[in-house]
């Protein structure tokens, strides 16, 4: 009986994912073909999450662990742990005021009628492809010079291994922030792994907790922006988790 209410449940976010990104698909695709007007397309983006995520019977509680504050006009290189889709809806939900491109999967284009949206939005990757891999930088520091952040999930995906508390961060995110003086925002989500997996017969309506670490300026040393940054968000898994 479990398995299908949350074969339902799963079914009903397809319904939504429908409904709502052809609602605000169509001004955000429009929008999209200037790039000045990214920021008004942003708003929709935020409306859709808002949607997906709250309309899923989810909810959330921030919690700021620094004083630190973020400035309105700083573009930003934000990161997190990740363990659910909706991580994605939650950051853009978080990023209220920096506008956020993610850093995502070629193969995500395919989706019918998100793809269109999604490869507008977002600075595509084929990490199948060194040279698409390279030229990620290239592409993010485009974005960040139209007044865009980046947001990039260092673990690079979701271990098949669910008892892994947090994966191997890769060094993008760190590099990015080093080669274009970006601070990384660190944010943790804790609670996303439980209730929504990416499992289709596991997760429930409930509340997750995201945690704002801080702000870390950039190094000179992505390898250790990036060991610090782990610590960071192992810390809080395992003291908040």
């Known amino acids: 009986m479990r398995k299908i209410l949350n074969y339902l449940w799963r079914f009903w976010l397809l319904l939504l994912a429908f409904v709502f990104t052809v609602l605000f698909g169509i001004p955000v695709f429009i929008l999209s073909f200037s790039k000045k007007h990214y920021k008004y397309a942003y708003q929709f983006i935020r409306c859709w999450s808002y949607c997906m995520f709250f309309g899923m019977g989810l909810r959330y509680e921030l919690t700021k662990l620094s004083n630190q504050k973020l400035e309105k006009n700083q573009q930003y290189v934000f990161i997190s742990n990740h363990t659910s889709i909706m991580d994605i809806m939650l950051m853009c939900i978080l990023c209220a005021d920096h506008p956020i491109c993610f850093v995502g999967k070629k193969e995500l284009v395919k989706i019918p009628i998100f793809g269109t949206i999604y490869k507008r939005i977002c600075v595509m990757v084929d990490r199948s492809s060194a040279r698409s891999r390279a030229d990620v930088y290239r592409r993010c520091a485009e974005k960040m ?97």
Do not use: C
């Not at 673990?155 to 008892?163: A, K, L, M, N």
């Not at 508390?165 to 080093?178: H, P, Q, V, Y």
């Not at 782990?230 to 988790?241: A, M, S």
């Open 145 to 241: 010079e139209e007044g865009n952040s980046i947001v990039i999930f260092p673990e690079g995906g979701v271990p098949d291994d669910t008892s892994i508390i947090l994966d191997e961060f890769k060094d993008g995110a760190f590099t990015l922030s080093s080669k274009h003086n970006s601070p990384i925002v660190v944010f943790t989500f804790v609670g996303l792994k439980e209730i929504f997996p990416f499992d289709n017969t596991k997760g429930y309506p409930g509340k997750a907790k995201a945690y704002l670490n801080g702000i870390l300026p950039p190094s000179d040393s992505p390898k250790d922006l990036k060991s610090e940054a782990f610590d960071i968000i192992k810390k809080t898994l395992v003291e908040r988790g």
